[in-house]
């Protein structure tokens, strides 16, 4: 078919198609609609397929041709650096791929209209973007560049793809380095650059303080607290009285402390603790800031708004302000103070025998950290001991049952990955002078253990009321990324064993278990953590796979977290009678959107402490440019070799990096082979690396193979 007839068999058809009265159908009915004879139908699949192609006819999966916002989905786009991008929607197990000249100009968290295009099985569809039905990026924080006669700036969210064009006269005065804040007014379209106005210099990108700052505003987070908040705070007292104490359990006589790290001002969780006949009497102590914090008040609704405090490198966003968080509501030495408590009996195997929440009152003997409880259980340190001779029988306890309470959740399949998060070290002008990874000690997971053991207690107690309430699901992982995860351990020689395609956290345990200590752990149990689902916060009891636990909820820190406060107040309404007909119909009608928005702004603050995690590293490591250090390989893709270092620290070696072969990438094995001398870069594997440059605007460290590095040798050599 000439292209002159097939552009205008493609003007017939689309006025067919274009018509009101016309409704979705099949080629064959098509045909017989225009009445095409069956010898000519070849020519109109031809036809149909371009404008399928062009994205001017939409076809449904049963084969029915339409305009394309008949067979429309709606979800949320994830732009990509490269141009292209993804669509969640709702009910898709996989994300809809969109290639860069179909994304329709839409950016980077945009709400879409989208079409379907291919699907092909066991790979993910792809598709376009028929209409932006949303744009999210009013407001984007990036670099500014001056031109003679404008500027543009660009986005620090490298997945908006896109640089803002500033005209001249709309830029504030800002010069070549400036972080700014833009006003988009025009998003654009596939070929035309989104516009915006520069509403707020934050200062030159070398100014002390401005990385974090751009983070915070680029992530929208909270940087103070409304004047009608720290107003209401004036009715807040600085200690409790006898009034508070009114009609709750006293527990001040038990002797309680607070463990925590050496630098935390909120201390929102006390532990007392017996033994008596073999069984242990736990009590977690949680203070009870729903007292100070009431429903629709205006620090409530703040507090819902923040969704959780946030702990950036170099400073804490909280979800409350100071005078609740490090005053009345902090569990401080030697103060009255108001406490939700679940008191737990538990048998020497780690079963719970009874309990009983209550609302309390405590206080608390001694304020300890990690690092002196660890001395005590672990090292035996003398001189620590002495000092805190009056509690050593009771940490001693604390580590008796926490033992016992890890094993029972072990043997019935908890996961536990161990990896050691970073703690970076910054000086006074916040210049980041070390970093090094952040280990578990006993004190640590004897703490750990208690609040686990208290959240699954208090859900497990609030679904059988059959009371409304938020819980924290972790659902089970997709049965195709287990699958992947299968294949990939096979190379090591390790199973895993699935029933109808799912699989048990028994499982998952049982590879952790077998991995430890080989060259491989490291890298199995990252791959097999980002095999899994997302936890979340839902009205639904569903469990949580990754603890293989039937009921868990947040219960332990309404410091920080809207849903332990949250269910706090459930809980306390319950104990006092309260929870009539129409109040659990209250909750029930603001607990699913309670739960929404904690769960997104879980998820904000995650991403936002990721990005000043990797701010920071990039700092640190582009004063060692030239500097060599060993690693392990801790990602292979067909562009290169991601290393870790032993301080947490990640880079890249590109493969144009690898001289002297051509590398081919092995997706199954997840390995780079050269052609030529067959050595393999894989996962886990030891390397040593020198450090070759950084990149503060992508945050990213790039790596290339040491002076001294003998690849033959050292990356192996195929079997």
């Given at each position: 078919m000439t292209e002159e007839l097939l552009n205008e068999r493609k003007k017939t058809l689309m006025a067919v198609i274009n018509d009101k009265t016309y409704v979705p159908m099949k080629l064959k009915e098509l045909a017989m609609l225009l009445n095409i004879p069956k010898t000519q139908r070849n020519d109109l699949k031809e036809v149909m397929d371009a404008l399928v192609a062009e994205g001017k006819v939409g076809i449904s999966k049963k084969g029915k041709y339409g305009k394309p916002e008949t067979f429309s989905m709606t979800g949320m786009f994830c732009g990509h650096p490269k141009g292209f991008g993804?669509?969640?929607?709702?009910?898709?197990?996989?994300?809809?791929?969109?290639?860069?000249?179909?994304?329709?100009?839409?950016?980077?968290?945009?709400?879409?209209?989208?079409?379907?295009?291919?699907?092909?099985?066991?790979?993910?569809?792809?598709?376009?973007?028929?209409?932006?039905?949303?744009?999210?990026?009013?407001?984007?924080?990036?670099?500014?560049?001056?031109?003679?006669?404008?500027?543009?700036?660009?986005?620090?969210?490298?997945?908006?793809?896109?640089?803002?064009?500033?005209?001249?006269?709309?830029?504030?005065?800002?010069?070549?380095?400036?972080?700014?804040?833009?006003?988009?007014t025009d998003f654009g379209g596939e070929n035309k650059k989104p516009e915006g106005i520069v509403t707020e210099i934050i200062g030159h990108v070398n100014d002390p303080g401005t990385d974090i700052i751009s983070i915070i505003k680029a992530y929208g987070l909270p940087e103070e607290f409304p004047a009608e908040v720290m107003k209401s705070l004036e009715r807040i007292p600085d200690e409790i009285d006898g009034k508070d104490m009114a009609g709750r359990l006293d527990l001040r006589k038990l002797k309680t402390v607070t463990i925590d790290g050496e630098d935390a001002k909120d201390l929102d969780d006390a532990i007392t603790i017996e033994k008596k006949d073999g069984v242990y009497t736990l009590g977690v102590h949680i203070a009870d800031v729903s007292h100070y914090v009431t429903e629709k008040s205006p620090l409530d609704e703040e507090a819902l708004k923040r969704g959780a405090s946030v702990y950036l490198v170099d400073r804490v966003i909280p979800m409350l302000p100071h005078k609740l968080s490090n005053g009345i509501c902090s569990l401080n030495e030697g103060t009255d103070r108001l406490a939700l408590s679940c008191i737990m009996e538990i048998d020497a195997q780690g079963h719970l025998l009874g309990h009983e929440i209550a609302e309390t009152v405590i206080n608390v003997d001694r304020r300890m950290t990690y690092t002196a409880v660890n001395a005590v259980v672990t090292d035996r340190d003398e001189s620590v001991m002495a000092e805190y001779r009056d509690f050593v029988d009771m940490f001693d306890l604390m580590k008796e049952l926490a033992d016992i309470l890890r094993a029972q959740r072990k043997k019935r399949g908890s996961i536990d990955f161990d990896f050691p998060e970073s703690k970076i070290i910054l000086d006074e002008k916040g210049k980041p002078v070390d970093i090094r990874p952040y280990e578990r000690n006993a004190a640590t997971k004897i703490i750990e253990d208690f609040m686990l053991m208290a959240n699954?207690?208090?859900?497990?107690?609030?679904?059988?009321?059959?009371?409304?309430?938020?819980?924290?699901?972790?659902?089970?992982?997709?049965?195709?990324?287990?699958?992947?995860?299968?294949?990939?351990?096979?190379?090591?020689?390790?199973?895993?064993?699935?029933?109808?395609?799912?699989?048990?956290?028994?499982?998952?345990?049982?590879?952790?278990?077998?991995?430890?200590?080989?060259?491989?752990?490291?890298?199995?149990?990252?791959?097999?953590?980002?095999?899994?689902?997302?936890?979340?916060?839902?009205?639904?009891?569903?469990?949580?796979?990754?603890?293989?636990?039937?009921?868990?909820?947040?219960?332990?820190?309404?410091?920080?977290?809207?849903?332990?406060?949250?269910?706090?107040?459930i809980i306390k309404e319950n104990l006092r009678g309260g929870l009539g007909e129409k109040r659990i119909a209250h909750y029930d009608r603001i607990l699913p959107g309670v739960t929404v928005?904690?769960?997104?702004?879980?998820?904000?603050?995650?991403?936002?402490?990721?990005?000043?995690?990797?701010?920071?590293?990039?700092?640190?490591?582009?004063?060692?440019?030239?500097?060599?250090?060993?690693?392990?390989?801790?990602?292979?893709?067909?562009?290169?070799?991601?290393?870790?270092?032993?301080?947490?620290?990640?880079?890249?070696?590109?493969?144009?990096?690898?001289?002297?072969?051509?590398?081919?990438?092995?997706?199954?094995?997840?390995?780079?082979?050269?052609?030529?001398?067959?050595?393999?870069?894989?996962?886990?594997?030891?390397?040593?690396?020198?450090?070759?440059?950084?990149?503060?605007?992508?945050?990213?460290?790039?790596?290339?193979?040491?002076?001294?590095?003998?690849?033959?040798?050292?990356?192996?050599?195929?079997?």
């Open positions: 993804f669509v969640t929607v709702e009910g898709l197990e996989q994300d809809v791929f969109i290639p860069g000249e179909k994304t329709g100009g839409a950016l980077h968290g945009d709400k879409v209209q989208i079409v379907v295009e291919s699907e092909s099985r066991g790979k993910r569809a792809e598709g376009s973007v028929i209409r932006v039905l949303e744009h999210a990026n009013e407001r984007v924080i990036g670099y500014y560049q001056k031109n003679k006669s404008f500027g543009f700036v660009i986005p620090d969210n490298q997945k908006i793809g896109k640089d803002i064009f500033i005209p001249q006269g709309k830029d504030m005065g800002a010069v070549t380095g400036h972080k700014v804040v833009v006003k988009v699954e207690t208090v859900a497990e107690d609030y679904f059988w009321q059959e009371i409304p309430f938020v819980y924290r699901t972790h659902d089970n992982p997709d049965p195709e990324k287990m699958k992947r995860l299968g294949t990939f351990i096979n190379n090591f020689g390790y199973a895993i064993r699935t029933q109808q395609g799912e699989v048990h956290p028994k499982e998952l345990q049982k590879l952790l278990n077998k991995i430890e200590g080989t060259p491989e752990e490291a890298l199995i149990s990252r791959l097999t953590l980002r095999s899994m689902r997302q936890a979340k916060y839902t009205t639904v009891c569903t469990g949580h796979f990754g603890l293989a636990a039937k009921y868990y909820t947040h219960f332990t820190s309404p410091i920080r977290r809207y849903p332990d406060l949250q269910i706090h107040r928005a904690c769960s997104a702004m879980e998820r904000r603050a995650d991403e936002a402490e990721r990005e000043t995690d990797k701010l920071k590293k990039c700092e640190y490591m582009s004063k060692r440019i030239g500097e060599e250090f060993d690693g392990v390989i801790s990602g292979v893709t067909n562009w290169g070799l991601y290393v870790e270092l032993p301080n947490t620290v990640e880079g890249l070696i590109h493969v144009n990096e690898l001289h002297g072969d051509y590398y081919v990438f092995d997706e199954e094995r997840m390995e780079l082979t050269g052609e030529l001398s067959r050595t393999t870069y894989k996962l886990g594997q030891k390397i040593r690396v020198q450090v070759s440059g950084t990149d503060k605007l992508s945050r990213t460290i790039d790596f290339c193979l040491a002076k001294d590095f003998d690849a033959e040798s050292e990356a192996g050599q195929e079997d």
